[in-house]
């Protein structure tokens, strides 16, 4: 079954502190990886995706995500939290047709404390 | 162009009422797609167009209809809806392919029933 797993539902990070949100993934063909930002009340911004090639990818914003085929990961990461970081983050994963669904984790919701 | 524009922003309407979502993209992206997204919940797949063909819809109830009119557009028909199907609806276009591959989403409609 194609599935993505968010094993945290809610994290809180000190302002200026690392981060990492975990993505496990499970899936037939492969991959293609994306993880999301949302603010309340607003849409879902594109942070980073993952196709092929390099496994450590950058995004937006300073995150950065690395894949781990072996693991079934995708994991987001970024070095130092700044408070306007506090928002939903959804891992998603889908195939490589257009026309495909994208199938989403149900979601990290992220805190940052001063 | 590297946007997807949803119309309106906000909505609230009765549950007798016919309106419209709209979503646009001029990014020449083949595939479009229309999802649900409840309060502190992943979005949910309703719609997928591919070349203005419906590829998926996922048992979404009649008083939902999409239109895909032209490349560049889609729509979601709404009529005799419940105060449950209250949600965000989001617009999501995918494209152009390879490695430039994305999924834009929308900034969403705030759907209200009353």
């Given at each position: 079954?194609q599935?993505?797993?968010?094993?945290d539902i809610?994290?809180?990070?000190?302002e200026?502190?690392s981060?990492?949100l975990?993505?496990?993934?499970?899936?037939g063909a492969?991959?293609?990886?994306?993880?999301?930002?949302?603010?309340?009340?607003?849409?879902?911004?594109?942070?980073?995706?993952y196709f092929?090639?390099?496994t450590l990818?950058?995004?937006i914003?300073?995150?950065?995500?690395e894949f781990?085929?072996?693991?079934?990961?995708?994991?987001?990461?970024?070095?130092?939290?700044?408070w306007?970081?506090a928002?939903?983050?959804f891992?998603?994963?889908?195939a490589?047709q257009?026309g495909?669904?994208?199938i989403?984790?149900?979601g990290?919701?992220?805190?940052?404390?001063? | 162009?590297t946007?997807?524009?949803?119309?309106p922003?906000?909505?609230?309407?009765g549950m007798?009422?016919?309106?419209s979502?709209?979503?646009?993209q001029?990014?020449?992206h083949?595939?479009?797609?229309?999802?649900?997204q409840k309060a502190?919940?992943?979005?949910?797949?309703?719609f997928?167009?591919s070349?203005e063909?419906?590829?998926?819809?996922?048992?979404?109830?009649s008083?939902f209809?999409p239109?895909?009119p032209?490349s560049?557009l889609l729509n979601l028909?709404l009529h005799?809806?419940?105060p449950?199907?209250?949600?965000l609806y989001l617009c999501?276009?995918?494209?152009?392919?390879?490695?430039?591959?994305?999924l834009f989403?929308g900034?969403?409609t705030?759907l209200?029933?009353?």
């Amino acid at each position: 079954a194609q599935s993505v797993t968010q094993p945290d539902i809610h994290i809180t990070v000190s302002e200026g502190a690392s981060l990492e949100l975990r993505c496990n993934y499970s899936y037939g063909a492969t991959p293609y990886l994306f993880w999301y930002v949302q603010s309340p009340g607003q849409g879902l911004q594109l942070l980073l995706k993952y196709f092929s090639g390099d496994t450590l990818v950058q995004g937006i914003k300073g995150f950065e995500a690395e894949f781990k085929r072996s693991q079934s990961s995708f994991n987001l990461r970024k070095p130092s939290v700044h408070w306007s970081d506090a928002a939903e983050y959804f891992c998603a994963v889908g195939a490589e047709q257009a026309g495909t669904a994208l199938i989403f984790g149900k979601g990290t919701t992220l805190s940052v404390s001063s | 162009d590297t946007e997807v524009t949803q119309t309106p922003k906000h909505l609230v309407m009765g549950m007798t009422n016919k309106k419209s979502l709209k979503c646009e993209q001029h990014m020449g992206h083949r595939a479009m797609y229309w999802y649900k997204q409840k309060a502190k919940k992943p979005p949910e797949l309703m719609f997928v167009y591919s070349y203005e063909k419906l590829s998926i819809n996922e048992s979404v109830p009649s008083r939902f209809s999409p239109e895909c009119p032209n490349s560049s557009l889609l729509n979601l028909h709404l009529h005799a809806l419940q105060p449950e199907d209250s949600a965000l609806y989001l617009c999501a276009s995918r494209g152009p392919g390879g490695l430039n591959e994305k999924l834009f989403f929308g900034s969403g409609t705030q759907l209200s029933v009353l």
